[in-house]
């Protein structure tokens, strides 16, 4: 381990990818744990959506940051950072490469680029008049708006995601500086090996088609019902998380089921779009593996052997 930094792998790609069975072989074999960066995995009421890891999985490794937030109490991107950072740190001590994997480009950015993301106290009537204000007008054209005022924002910004439109505004008006502004780089604190799982995207387009189907079957609708049931309507519309929405549309009589996995699907294939604006295929820092090699475990260890030394791929 270099005596400044602290070793790191990420291990990042699309939704639907491969990256929760890779990264539990990958620890396995270095005996060590997994930070998730799945922004959804956060939240203890969001399971089979959201593709969170099965009992089985987790009980082979011990993974981070999930199930540790609520719906009605969302985190944000600083505490999120805070919180990875010290298990980050933690491992490093007891001398194991942390394995931070996910697909939610914003946490992968702030760890990996060491954003620095002041903290300033929430105004909560602000924040409610904002959101008045865009049910009014809106989500689609206060995105808009915000886009016009802050360009580099709306970039990483899903217009869909009320919460994190209403909190640019909210930082906007709070502080009269641009939401993108707040968010500097520093200098990286890691020995950061990053590895990108990629597959064609037809290929990729059909696992997510086939995996929304199984949600189905593994009991997403009634899944939803539940969480309407204990009051999250409200949140869930805020968070606008794929699959969520589309099944409160057909629980309240506005869409059929059939239509609500058409969508569920689309929107799910429009994501992994904007999630290739995030890990780019021409990226030069990332290590890209061909999902569907039978060898691919063999060759990412080949890979942190030659980049961290053989030290911690001899100790399974």
């Not at 993301?117 to 808009?144: C, V, Y």
């Not at 968070?239 to 057909?250: A, K, P, Q």
Request: charged letters at 30%; proline letters at 3%; a negative charge.
């Amino acid at each position: 381990m270099s005596e400044l930094k602290q070793n790191l792998i990420m291990l990042i790609g699309p939704t639907a990818s491969g990256k929760t069975s890779l990264a539990i072989q990958l620890a396995e074999r270095l005996s060590s744990e997994i930070i998730s960066a799945d922004s959804r995995y956060l939240y203890r009421q969001l399971n089979i959506g959201t593709a969170k890891p099965t009992n089985e999985e987790l009980s082979r490794v011990k993974h981070h940051l999930i199930d540790c937030a609520d719906l009605d109490q969302p985190w944000s991107i600083g505490e999120y950072k805070k919180a990875a950072e010290a298990v980050i740190r933690q491992l490093n001590e007891e001398n194991k490469i942390p394995i931070l994997s996910g697909g939610t480009g914003q946490y992968i950015r702030a760890i990996s680029q060491n954003w620095q993301i002041p903290e300033f106290e929430a105004d909560h009537q602000l924040r409610e008049s904002i959101e008045k204000t865009g049910n009014q007008i809106g989500f689609e054209k206060l995105f808009e708006e915000l886009a016009i005022l802050d360009p580099e924002a709306a970039k990483f910004i899903d217009f869909q995601n009320h919460r994190r439109v209403i909190r640019a505004w909210e930082v906007i008006l709070s502080t009269g500086m641009r939401f993108s502004e707040l968010r500097t780089k520093d200098d990286s604190p890691y020995h950061l090996l990053t590895l990108g799982l990629e597959w064609p995207r037809n290929l990729l387009y059909e696992r997510i088609d086939q995996r929304v189907e199984e949600m189905i079957g593994q009991g997403f609708v009634e899944e939803v019902q539940t969480l309407l049931d204990q009051g999250y309507h409200k949140d869930l519309i805020k968070m606008r998380v794929i699959g969520y929405s589309d099944l409160i549309e057909f629980l309240d009589g506005k869409i059929s089921l059939d239509e609500a996995i058409r969508l569920i699907k689309s929107n799910t294939h429009k994501f992994v779009r904007r999630q290739a604006n995030w890990f780019k295929p021409t990226d030069p820092k990332i290590h890209w593996l061909n999902a569907q090699d039978p060898a691919i475990l063999e060759k990412t260890l080949d890979l942190v052997k030659d980049y961290f030394g053989s030290d911690f791929t001899h100790r399974a």
